[in-house]
């Protein structure tokens, strides 16, 4: 009986939020690095389960590709080449928990709260049967919005002209280069400055 | 048991937003190796990205914010990307000069 009640979207939802939450939870109570560096991958895969519930497939896909299989193998590459016995395990006092808990607690209920204000958000959508189904071709209209179409604007410009500006008009052409620019610079930059400096290292020690 | 039978709403997705963000802001406070900082700034900017989903979700408002939403995702995504290779080349460096990764020894500036 009950299990016939159950809505698998929100039950899905709810497996892969405790995941997220969890694993998210875990990173801040371990000290050790190498198991914060896995919890996090986790926590951020279950992240992209949530984007998949959310409707948005193709950021999901980013999200498990750029995150988990580029931003944290970077990260574990970088654990690997600091992993000194000193560095694997560093503990935090005592008085840092009590002023971060304090911090963070308080910040989370005024998130949530601010989250549970609103009632257009609190309420569900109830035609979402048939969105679900109307909008299956998800990258092509990303592909199409960062060249030079919104495939998604066509409602609201049936809107008269002089009115506030409605939300998805606007085409992300110009934001798309400047990130595809900004992203080669900073790979470049990055790949100087670690670059090896055999001269300099070896005086560091003595200093 | 509400929560399993209730369709899910964009507050639902807000508070596991503010979950990660909250867990990332204390990472970045309490750890003292420099890549526990990085990885609390991956969560903060996780949570962050899980709202503008929820925002440009059509499943989960009729009147979201459209394909905006996921495109500011993408972004961000990138933007962590670069900003991840940066700060683990910034830290890296620091490594190699002062054989630690402790960010309470990067004191040189005296501030």
Redesign the interface.
């Known amino acids: 009986m ?1 299990f016939a ?3 698998w ?3 899905f ?2 497996l892969f ?1 405790l995941l ?2 969890g694993f ?2 875990a ?2 109570f371990s000290s050790n ?1 190498v198991r ?2 896995f919890f ?1 991958t986790i ?2 895969g279950a ?1 992209a389960g ?2 998949f ?4 497939e ?2 999901g896909a ?2 498990f590709m ?2 988990v299989g ?3 193998v ?2 574990i ?3 690997m ?2 992993a ?1 016995e ?2 694997i395990s ?1 503990k ?1 006092r005592a008085g ?2 009590v ?3 304090f ?2 607690g308080g ?2 209920l005024l ?2 709260r ?3 204000m ?1 009632p ?9 049967d048939q ?2 189904q109307s ?1 299956v071709h ?1 990258s092509a ?2 592909g199409a ?2 060249s030079a179409y ?4 066509l409602p609201s410009s049936a809107a008269p002209a002089g009115t506030a500006a409605s ?2 008009k ?1 085409v ?1 052409l110009l ?1 798309f280069e400047i ?1 595809s620019v ?2 080669l610079v ?2 470049i ?3 100087y ?2 670059r ?2 055999k001269r ?2 070896a005086n ?2 003595q200093a | ?1 509400d ?14 937003g ?10 970045m ?5 420099a ?2 900082v ?3 700034i ?2 903060v900017l ?1 949570g962050a ?2 709202n503008f ?2 925002f ?7 009147d979201s ?7 500011m ?3 961000v ?10 700060a ?6 620091f ?8 960010v309470d020894q990067a004191d040189d500036l005296k501030g």
């Open positions: 009950l009640a159950i809505q979207h929100s039950f939802f709810l939020a997220t939450c998210a939870l990173v801040v690095v914060m560096a996090l926590s951020l992240a949530l984007f519930l959310a409707g948005a193709f950021v980013m999200q750029i995150y580029g931003t944290l970077l990260l590459f970088g654990v080449l600091t000194h000193r560095f560093m935090t840092e928990w002023l971060a808990a911090l963070g910040l989370f998130l949530v601010a989250a549970l609103v257009q958000w609190n309420s569900p959508n109830l035609q979402r969105v679900a909008e998800d209209a990303i919005a960062v919104r495939a998604d604007g939300p998805g606007s992300y934001p990130v900004h992203l900073v790979l930059g990055a790949g400055l670690a090896a400096k300099t290292s560091a020690w | 048991m929560l399993l039978t209730q369709p899910v709403s964009v507050s639902h997705y807000m508070v596991v503010a979950m990660l963000f909250v867990c990332g802001v204390i990472c406070a309490t750890k003292r190796n890549l526990g990085l990885m609390g991956e969560l996780n990205n899980l989903v929820a440009g979700s059509r499943i989960l408002r009729n914010l459209g394909m905006d939403g996921q495109l995702a993408l972004f995504i990138v933007l962590a990307a670069a900003e991840a290779a940066v683990l080349a910034i830290a890296l460096n490594y190699n000069n002062h054989a630690s990764i402790d």
